[in-house]
């Protein structure tokens, strides 16, 4: 279990998620996203989280005006932690008046005695050979061993990967086992 900022504990629990891209009208098209995908997404978060859950989301939540963020953080079930992707660009005071956390990039974590990761929105490269690097940024770059050409140890959490969903870490690393 690790805390960051006194809020955040990460544990085989915490959802984790990247590159919503909510209120960003072109990347249905760039991605090859469903022609509901906002709407599956904010559907798919908040029947899997419940509203004391704690989300990780890897950058490049949201879009637009300001009017829309509110909207959504209102809107989506759990607590929101966020590393800030090439598209977040509202302040830390703004997130944080509107219940975001935003967190460093990359963020550190020894889960246990066998594995240790880093969380960030850029995949890391060169990544050590020791940590696994959950990351957004590649979108549709499938995980391995499909086809990220990034290594075992770089988990690609894009939603167009995931299935439109968050999912629990524990998920993810039993994927690596």
């Not at 960003?24 to 098209?29: A, Y």
């Amino acid at each position: 279990m690790f805390t960051a900022n006194n809020e955040l504990v990460i544990t085989p629990d915490i959802w984790i998620i990247s590159d919503t891209h909510f209120f960003h009208e072109n990347i249905g098209r760039y991605c090859n996203r469903p022609e509901n995908w906002q709407d599956l997404i904010i559907n798919n978060w908040n029947e899997l989280i419940a509203p004391d859950e704690q989300v990780l989301h890897l950058g490049d939540f949201a879009l637009g005006k300001k009017i829309n963020f509110e909207l959504l953080t209102g809107s989506l079930n759990g607590k929101l932690f966020l590393i800030r992707g090439n598209h977040d660009r509202l302040s830390k005071t703004y997130c944080e008046a509107h219940a975001v956390t935003l967190l460093n990039d990359p963020l550190h974590v020894d889960y246990n005695d066998r594995v240790r990761l880093v969380f960030s929105h850029h995949p890391i490269v060169p990544l050590p050979d020791d940590l696994i690097n959950l990351h957004g940024h590649i979108h549709n770059a499938p995980p391995p061993p499909e086809g990220s050409n990034l290594g075992r140890h770089h988990i690609n959490m894009s939603v167009e990967v995931r299935e439109y969903r968050p999912w629990r870490l524990k998920e993810i690393i039993r994927q690596l086992e």
